[in-house]
């Protein structure tokens, strides 16, 4: 039971560039998540997905596009990367948002330089 | 000022201590999540909690809603305790879930 996985685990980008950072979850879960956390910030939200062919915007999401075609997998773009991109991001996803069922379960993260 | 507020930023305890992270919001809520954070960065979740207290081995959370204050309490402190703990909370009808920025825990052998 792998729980939630993050690939890559690191990046090195040039301005401009475009990548992909994907979320697979293999818990069944309804809700996913990206964060992003940077130094003296808490971890702020981006893109969100309360089911599968949903998402919706965060607080941060300009810049980023995301997607969620399959339940299990929550995908997250960015189409020309800018230095302030530069982050370690976290998908997190839970069950629901009920209290004995809405326990997060997070990704190891993925680190993200853009030169 | 962030709606939700850590202290202290930074503890450093002798191994075996007693200690209290608090947090602090000012919107009402429907959760309150305490969060692990390793050196290796990995975020593990330690407790959800709506009211009342919860425990689990040498960790426990309890919450105010009235004064909107909640504490993570860890008893008799292990240097693998060493980690940054952050609170989070969800306001009503909101996705949104509002991180504190943490408070590093060093445990010291």
């Known amino acids: 039971n792998a729980g939630v996985t993050q690939t890559p685990k690191f990046r090195v980008l040039k301005t401009g560039q475009s990548m992909t950072l994907l979320c697979a979850q293999d818990?069944?879960?309804?809700?996913m998540y990206w964060y992003r956390q940077d130094p003296g910030m808490g971890l702020r939200l981006i893109h969100y997905?309360?089911?599968?062919?949903?998402?919706a915007k965060g607080e941060v999401p300009d810049g980023y596009n995301v997607s969620r075609l399959k339940k299990q997998n929550f995908l997250l773009g960015l189409e020309s990367a800018a230095p302030s991109q530069t982050s370690v991001y976290f998908c997190?996803?839970?069950?629901?948002?009920?209290?004995?069922?809405?326990?997060?379960?997070f990704g190891e993260g993925s680190r993200l330089t853009v030169l | 000022k962030n709606e939700v507020e850590q202290s202290p930023q930074n503890l450093t305890a002798q191994e075996g201590e007693f200690i209290t992270i608090n947090c602090s919001y000012s919107?009402?809520?429907?959760?309150l999540h305490w969060l692990q954070q390793h050196p290796g960065g990995g975020i593990v979740s330690l407790f959800m909690?709506?009211?009342g207290k919860k425990k689990h081995g040498r960790l426990i959370a309890t919450i105010n809603i009235q004064e909107k204050h909640s504490s993570l309490h860890i008893t008799a402190s292990h240097p693998r305790d060493s980690a940054v703990y952050i609170c989070?909370?969800?306001?009503?009808?909101?996705?949104?879930?509002?991180f504190g920025t943490g408070t590093r825990l060093t445990i010291i052998p």
């Open positions: 818990m069944n879960h309804e809700y």
């Open positions: 997905s309360v089911g599968e062919g949903t998402t």
């Open positions: 989070a909370v969800r306001s009503f009808g909101n996705e949104k879930l509002t």
């Open positions: 909690l709506s009211s």
């Open positions: 919107v009402g809520i429907s959760a």
């Open positions: 997190a996803s839970s069950y629901s948002r009920r209290m004995n069922t809405g326990e997060l379960f």
